[in-house]
């Protein structure tokens, strides 16, 4: 199906992107998961280039309804679901809803289901297009002491930011759809109330670094997933999914390496 992307095979493993929307900021991390499975990704079904359709009334309803369409067109059976940020909120309502159909879930510096706008983000969601310009031009200073953590090597820190900014020069996020999102997110009806009896890896970065989703907040997951166990990728922030890309991948693969092995295998697609 257009708009779906692959890398590898064997045990399938579907990443679902963040806020911003579209895979190609994941890219690096999906290569690096290829190596332990078949890695599965997608842009968020209201991004204009993602090939899915959506309806503006049915709110977060519809990435919920893309998730399960994605599995069906990939054959994806029982797979490992990894939901970065934002998509970590849609992975785990999905395996809140139907959690014979996932293997196991992976939440990756995600807000909770009881997340609500500091003043910041509320001044941003009161006037996405004036706020954008600062927003944006201000997302290198607030990201390179993560980057510089991650990557001390000096050439190899540039070669990346680089090859980052690239790429997200050329899959530019919308203001307007990222503050959509987050109208959308206070508006959900999240079904983790009870616990959920199923594998899961709660990733975080370390705390000093993190300046999107505080890992305190993250970790409240631990409270609906009785099985889960949490862990720190070291010298990330919120961006370590990528910037640490193989290091995450590893974390996944271990992951899903342990999972018990009664999931059907998934067809080709």
Not at 59 to 66: A, R, S, V
Not at 123 to 129: N, V
Request: a neutral charge; proline letters at 9%.
């Amino acid at each position: 199906m257009a708009g779906i992307h692959e890398r590898g095979t064997g045990q399938p493993i579907v990443l679902v992107p963040g806020i911003q929307g579209r895979w190609e900021w994941m890219a690096p991390t999906i290569d690096a998961l290829a190596a332990y499975g078949r890695a599965i990704t997608f842009s968020l079904c209201d991004e204009p280039t993602s090939g899915f359709t959506w309806d503006q009334d049915r709110g977060f309803e519809n990435y919920l309804t893309q998730l399960d369409e994605v599995l069906v067109a990939t054959g994806a059976l029982r797979p490992v679901l990894v939901g970065v940020s934002y998509g970590g909120l849609v992975a785990a309502e999905f395996a809140a809803r139907h959690p014979e159909r996932v293997a196991g879930l992976v939440i990756a510096s995600a807000p909770p289901p009881t997340w609500t706008p500091d003043r910041r983000i509320s001044r941003y969601l009161t006037s996405p297009r004036l706020a954008a310009p600062g927003f944006f031009l201000g997302a290198p200073m607030r990201t390179y002491p993560e980057i510089k953590a991650a990557i001390p090597e000096a050439t190899r820190r540039w070669r990346f930011a680089l090859r980052q900014l690239v790429r997200v020069a050329a899959a530019m996020p919308s203001s307007d759809r990222m503050a959509r999102r987050l109208h959308w997110l206070q508006e959900a009806q999240f079904g983790l109330g009870q616990p959920l009896d199923l594998p899961a890896l709660i990733v975080t970065g370390e705390p000093e670094l993190e300046r999107v989703v505080p890992p305190a907040q993250t970790a409240e997951y631990l409270a609906w997933l009785p099985r889960a166990r949490a862990t720190t990728l070291p010298r990330t922030g919120h961006a370590g999914t990528v910037t640490k890309a193989r290091e995450f991948a590893a974390l996944v693969g271990e992951f899903a390496a342990g999972l018990p092995d009664d999931a059907p295998a998934s067809r080709t697609a």
